[in-house]
């Protein structure tokens, strides 16, 4: 047995795929060191080349702290950092991609057009206007009514819920999902697939290779297909330096015949539903939207689905059916789940929270498992306090990852001087992505407070206007924040000065890990 584990191990692709990588770093070495006579030659390229790197760098309209976590490396070390840059950084296109996604563009607009209607949401104000239409316009998402919205503060209640809907599917089932492990979660939603695409229902799975590295076996989505589940892998891990490891696919979306829907922060595995303890009890959250707005929901699963599979599918055949009545949502409430694409040069999720955060007038409670926000969404946080909106924040107190802990960390001091309150959830891990704001607005999704979710990932998130959810938001918060401690600016400033200085350190380079 030990070793048949050893063989395992010794052969698992993660093991096989570091092996490779290596091995192109020491070739890369090897062809350096062989060209040593002419070095000067090659300094004096490798500088130019670092420089035009950095003048790449400023010219482009993105996050400044995240030209800064590129430059200062690139003048420290000139000769590499240039060629760094090159292979790992930006959102580099190739053109075959540029047409593919401008073709899924196209066709997302040309699908839901009809449903655009912005400008009817008048009775709910402006600021609901403009948001509804910023959407719409650059993230192709329209804004819905007829949509009643349910909240789940943990993945436990989420886990049976989810299994009932899925019994229910008569037409369609479409899976997309960063992680996916073997476990009590998975097996029992498997074994529901399995059955469903045996009756002939159209069962599809989307998962993210690098997500799911560790947890599923190698060619995982052969064995899906010989069950009758058609799969798809999203950006598959290659032993190849590239900038295309960056960007991952971090949805959420469980979609059941376009008009039941499912998305937020619980992946589909057993500490999201506290089967399994890693990091103490497991916090997390989701929405369920059952009605007209799954539909985008559903575009969103088939656009990803074409890009990956290069397939072109007839969108009109899974229109789901109308449900007499409508869904008995709250009068005057709207929904609009929206997507963000890292590859369209458009910050849709930071955008998102920025508007949630600046049309603030009474109180933000915000939920992220990562505090490591860019110096827009920092200033937002700080102006609306000193403003004296109530704002208060929600971070774990046993980390997934303790670097990215000790960044997360590193932001707290100038949030606290500016009157933002934050507290950290004792009992475990918190991963919950959340926004409440005035019991007007809410937002529930898979995007994260950091770089990788604003900037690199594909992501998505539900935003909620005068939906009873917002307030089940709210509740929800209140609750987990009796459960936290609460940090003070003392605490931040007590802390021996190793560690001020790994911190400082740490959050300078921030955007890059």
């Known amino acids: 047995m030990n070793i048949k584990k050893a063989a395992s191990l010794l052969f698992h692709r993660v093991v096989l795929v570091a092996v490779l990588i290596v091995v192109q770093l020491l070739l890369l070495v090897v062809v350096i060191v062989s060209f ?212 991952r696919d971090h949805r959420k979306l469980c979609i059941i015949d376009g008009h039941t829907g499912f998305t937020g922060g619980v992946n589909l595995a057993d500490e999201y539903i506290n089967v399994k303890s890693r990091f103490g009890h497991w916090k997390d959250s989701a929405i369920l939207l059952q009605g007209d707005a799954v539909w985008s929901m559903t575009v969103m699963f088939l656009t990803l689905w074409e890009y990956i599979r290069g397939a072109d599918e007839d969108y009109e055949q899974y229109r789901p059916a109308v449900r007499p009545g409508g869904w008995g949502q709250g009068a005057g409430s709207c929904v609009q789940p929206y997507t963000d694409n890292p590859l369209d040069n458009e910050p849709v999720g930071e955008t998102v929270y920025l508007n949630l955060i600046s049309k603030a007038e009474r109180y933000v409670y915000l939920t992220t498992p990562y505090l490591i926000v860019s110096d827009s969404v920092n200033t937002a946080l700080c102006n609306a306090a000193k403003s004296g909106v109530d704002v208060r924040i929600l971070t774990p107190h046993i980390p997934d990852k303790k670097l990215v802990f000790e960044i997360t960390r590193s932001h707290y001091a100038a949030l606290l001087e500016a009157g933002v309150r934050i507290f950290e959830y004792t009992p475990g891990f918190l991963h919950a992505k959340n926004v409440a704001v005035d019991d007007r607005y809410g937002m529930v999704g898979s995007v994260n407070l950091d770089y990788r979710s604003m900037f690199l990932h594909f992501e998505d998130g539900v935003w909620l206007c005068r939906d009873p959810a917002v307030l089940d938001i709210k509740r929800d918060f209140l609750a987990t924040q009796a459960k936290s401690m609460e940090i003070t600016l003392k605490q931040c400033q007590d802390q021996p000065w190793p560690r001020r200085l790994l911190r400082a350190v740490l959050r300078v380079f921030a955007p890059l890990l």
């Open 36 to 247: 040593s006579s002419y070095f000067a030659y090659f300094y004096l390229i490798m500088l130019a080349v670092s420089v035009a790197a950095v003048i790449g760098i400023v010219s482009k309209g993105i996050d400044p702290g995240y030209k800064i976590a590129w430059i200062i490396p690139i003048m420290i070390f000139p000769v590499f950092g240039g060629l760094l840059y090159l292979i790992f950084g930006g959102n580099r296109m190739t053109r075959g991609m540029q047409r593919r996604l401008q073709g899924i563009a196209q066709k997302t607009v040309q699908v839901l057009e009809g449903d655009f209607k912005a400008e009817t949401l008048a009775g709910c104000g402006r600021d609901a206007v403009t948001q509804a239409a910023y959407l719409e316009r650059f993230a192709h998402c329209p804004v819905y009514q007829n949509t009643a919205a349910e909240y789940f503060g943990l993945g436990d209640d989420l886990f049976p819920r989810m299994l009932e809907e899925l019994r229910r599917a008569e037409r369609y089932i479409f899976l997309e999902y960063f992680i996916i492990e073997e476990g009590v979660f998975w097996d029992a939603i498997l074994a529901v697939l399995e059955e469903k695409a045996a009756a002939g229902v159209d069962v599809r799975v989307i998962y993210d290779d690098v997500g799911c590295l560790f947890k599923l076996p190698m060619h995982y989505n052969r064995t899906l297909e010989a069950k009758g589940i058609r799969c798809c892998v999203f950006n598959r891990f290659i032993p190849v330096l590239s900038i295309r490891l960056n960007n």
